[in-house]
């Protein structure tokens, strides 16, 4: 069966600092893979999403981006946090139709 | 694009039956979803529907389906606190294999 992983599940970093956000994917091959912000509003916000190796969509301009090295892994990255970075991240997978199956999240708080 | 709507609140006893309920605009939506959030965790893929169904039911969970005026509704039977959560409609948003979500039906159940 698949299951994704996210790590860490909770970080405070300072603004300015760095970020990195890790997801992987285990029991699937070639998944669309996305990353998503959801802030204390509870909507979800589609930050980015990949179809593949390397290949990256962004769907807001913003602080952040997006890595996808390996097959199943997808790295959220900043070179500077900022306060409005905050939030819940969230790494999701693409099955079959357009259905997504969710980590756990990361929950940033930059002060 | 896509637009998907749902109130923000529902406040039931437990015990009675719990509808939440979420319009899009899309008409040619192929598969509409529910996914359900528990309090610091990721979404989890409750159910579905095919939009040349009008109505699904998996257990407690009955899912209607109105095309015509573009309405969807979850039904919680017998709601217990466990069910206490924020649950999202969502349908298939502008791009490939993407999903538009709603801000998410907050449902409190009253021991």
């Known amino acids: 069966s698949q299951t994704i992983h996210q790590w860490p599940a909770t970080l405070v970093q300072p603004v300015g600092s760095p970020l990195s956000l890790e997801c992987t994917v285990e029991?699937?091959?070639?998944?669309?893979l996305y990353w998503y912000r959801q802030a204390a509003g509870r909507g979800l916000q589609l930050l980015f999403y990949s179809v593949g190796i390397g290949q990256i969509s962004s769907e807001v301009p913003q602080n952040l981006s997006a890595s996808r090295p390996q097959d199943r892994q997808f790295i959220l990255s900043s070179k500077k946090l900022l306060l409005s970075d905050s939030g819940f991240y969230l790494c999701?997978?693409?099955?079959?139709?357009?259905?997504?199956?969710f980590g756990p999240g990361t929950r940033l708080t930059v002060l | 694009g896509e637009d998907v709507e749902q109130s923000l609140f529902l406040s039931v006893r437990e015990g009675d039956s719990s509808v939440i309920n979420c319009t899009y605009t899309d008409s040619s939506s192929t598969y509409l979803y529910w996914y359900k959030q528990e309090p610091g965790a990721g979404l989890q893929l409750l159910t579905y529907?095919?939009?040349?169904?009008d109505m699904k039911q998996d257990q407690r969970l009955t899912v209607l389906l109105n095309k015509k005026d573009k309405h969807l509704s979850l039904r919680i039977a017998d709601t217990q606190t466990g069910d206490s959560a924020i649950y999202f409609c969502a349908a298939p948003g502008a791009g490939s294999y993407q999903l538009t979500f709603g801000k998410g039906t907050k449902l409190s159940v009253i021991p």
């Open positions: 029991g699937t091959s070639n998944p669309n």
């Open positions: 529907i095919f939009s040349n169904m």
């Open positions: 999701a997978w693409g099955g079959n139709r357009e259905q997504q199956f």
